[in-house]
């Protein structure tokens, strides 16, 4: 009974979602969040542009070791960018972000030390990376609303569940950089970090494509981007935008003119919710 419980869908998704809220926890409510710092990087006048910091393999980024390279950028006198996140895809070669140095030497500076900071490998996991069991929830979705499943029901279920991630991201307050000190309490290390925008469309628009046609999944995600407003009103330009990529996707797709008239009526009363 145990074995035919874990292999339902719904324990699936259930799973899923707490492990992905533990990640989310983890990654985006601990650490200093914020802006660039205004005049960052503070190097000095023999700075000729910043080194570019290439992947040694090619994969997905899988985790970053902060203390590594906030250390090797103490001792370099050196700051250091990374312009890639945990899930991110790249190839070897490919850069990952930039290093500025006052003093590359007269040997020139290797930056294989810290490019192996980056933890690269074959496939995604979800350490380090909140947004990879929101991306396994749409995957459950999209695959429900296949025309060989036909099952919108489960899309539903699943969407449930994505929105109760995207509220816990879009109420946990951060900038768009994740910032690392030194022991001299300078910014060594900015990483890029995700933002509200870039998980609402990882979210709502692959399941705009494929259920388009089935009008529950639509209002579905109405009531999942009425949940990310009414956890963040600051993110509702970014809501505006999802929904009106929805509303495309309806007129689009909708074929009977009372389920596009539901659609649109639910879309105006999260715009105005009076």
């Not at 995207?166 to 000190?181: K, W």
């Amino acid at each position: 009974a145990h074995i035919v419980s874990s292999l339902r869908v719904e324990t699936i998704m259930t799973d899923t979602q707490e492990d992905a809220a533990s990640v989310i926890d983890a990654s985006l409510g601990v650490g200093e969040h914020g802006p660039r710092p205004a005049g960052w990087p503070p190097v000095g006048s023999g700075d000729t542009g910043p080194l570019d910091l290439t992947a040694p393999r090619g994969g997905f980024v899988q985790a970053v070791s902060r203390s590594r390279l906030v250390a090797w950028a103490e001792r370099q006198a050196a700051y250091v960018q990374l312009d890639v996140v945990p899930g991110d895809h790249t190839l070897a070669g490919r850069s990952l972000g930039r290093v500025w140095v006052a003093d590359r030497g007269d040997d020139g500076l290797d930056l294989g030390e810290i490019a192996s900071a980056v933890l690269v490998g074959y496939e995604r996991t979800p350490d380090e990376d909140p947004e990879f069991g929101i991306v396994q929830l749409v995957d459950v979705a999209a695959r429900a609303l296949s025309p060989s499943m036909n099952d919108p029901t489960t899309a539903v279920h699943a969407i449930g569940h994505v929105a109760a991630l995207l509220g816990r991201v879009a109420s946990t307050e951060r900038g768009a950089f994740r910032l690392s000190r030194g022991q001299d309490d300078s910014v060594r290390l900015i990483e890029r970090d995700r933002t509200v925008p870039d998980y609402l469309a990882v979210a709502v628009r692959p399941l705009v494509r494929a259920g388009g046609t089935h009008p529950q999944v639509l209002l579905a995600l109405i009531d999942l981007l009425g949940y990310v407003r009414a956890q963040a009103p600051e993110e509702s330009a970014s809501v505006d935008a999802e929904l009106d990529y929805l509303l495309r996707g309806a007129e689009r797709d909708l074929a009977d003119a009372t389920d596009r008239e539901a659609v649109r009526t639910a879309a105006r009363r999260l715009s105005d919710p009076r």
